[in-house]
């Protein structure tokens, strides 16, 4: 199946820093990319949708100017978590659509990347 | 956002077969899919099924649909210590968002 890689993988940060996530898919374009929010024990939450060379389509309730999403190419998307504070420490984890033709619309998912915020 | 619904624990031994149940409330659902994910990990796709099919064998893993109570399982047969992770069901309506449960937990004993 199509590869998707994130980085880092973890990531501890003081209080007011930024911090930038990257997803990337390595063996196929994808156009569009997805971040994803985990707490614990809990399921995922959509937090936007990434569209190359488009602006993000962000989710009801998710601070765009605080989670800035890029995504430039075809195959990267970047997370930025702005002015970062403990409340956003989470594991975010990235997917990416693959338009190979194949009937199914499948997501892959990358690894998800720890974000602890101190 | 649409509604899908998971237990969150089940337990059962080496060797016995697993059974994860899933329900949600979109009947314009197309794609219904299972993803596992292990301690610290993404998502993996494990299997998916079309909205027009009732059931789907993969190996070990049987996938039942009742489009009509709105129902999904995932049987893992000849359960192993390796299946214990988090099962997650998800749907999708117009190839866009998918909407997620919140994750099964399942613990195999040795």
């Known amino acids: 199946g199509a590869v998707v890689s994130q980085h880092p993988s973890r990531v501890i940060c003081k209080s007011g820093t930024s911090v930038k996530i990257e997803c990337r898919s390595l063996?196929?374009?994808?156009?569009?990319m997805f971040w994803y929010r985990q707490f614990p024990k809990k399921s995922l939450m959509l937090m936007a949708t990434?569209?190359?060379?488009?602006?993000?389509?962000?989710e009801q309730g998710v601070e765009k100017d605080k989670f800035l999403i890029n995504h430039a190419s075809l195959t990267l998307s970047t997370l930025t978590v702005t002015s970062a504070h403990p409340e956003d420490s989470s594991f975010y984890i990235c997917?990416?659509?693959?338009?190979?033709?194949?009937?199914?619309?499948?997501?892959?998912f990358g690894p998800g990347t720890r974000l602890t915020v101190l | 956002g649409e509604d899908v619904e998971q237990s969150l624990f089940l337990s059962v031994r080496e060797g016995d077969s697993s059974v994860i149940n899933c329900t949600y409330t979109?009947?314009?659902?197309?794609?219904l899919y299972w993803y596992k994910q292990e301690p610290g990990a993404g998502l993996q796709l494990l299997t998916y099924?079309?909205?027009?099919?009732d059931m789907k064998q993969d190996q070990r893993l049987t996938v039942l649909l009742n489009k009509k109570d709105k129902h999904l399982s995932l049987r893992i047969a000849d359960t192993q210590t390796g299946d214990s992770a988090i099962y997650f069901c998800?749907?999708?309506?117009?190839?866009?968002?998918?909407?997620f449960g919140s994750g099964t937990k399942l613990n195999v004993k040795p």
């Open positions: 997917s990416a659509r693959d338009f190979s033709g194949s009937e199914e619309d499948t997501q892959y």
């Open positions: 063996d196929f374009q994808a156009t569009t």
């Open positions: 990434s569209n190359e060379g488009s602006k993000a389509t962000y």
């Open positions: 979109d009947s314009s659902s197309t794609y």
């Open positions: 099924i079309f909205s027009n099919m």
């Open positions: 998800a749907e999708t309506r117009h190839f866009n968002k998918f909407y």
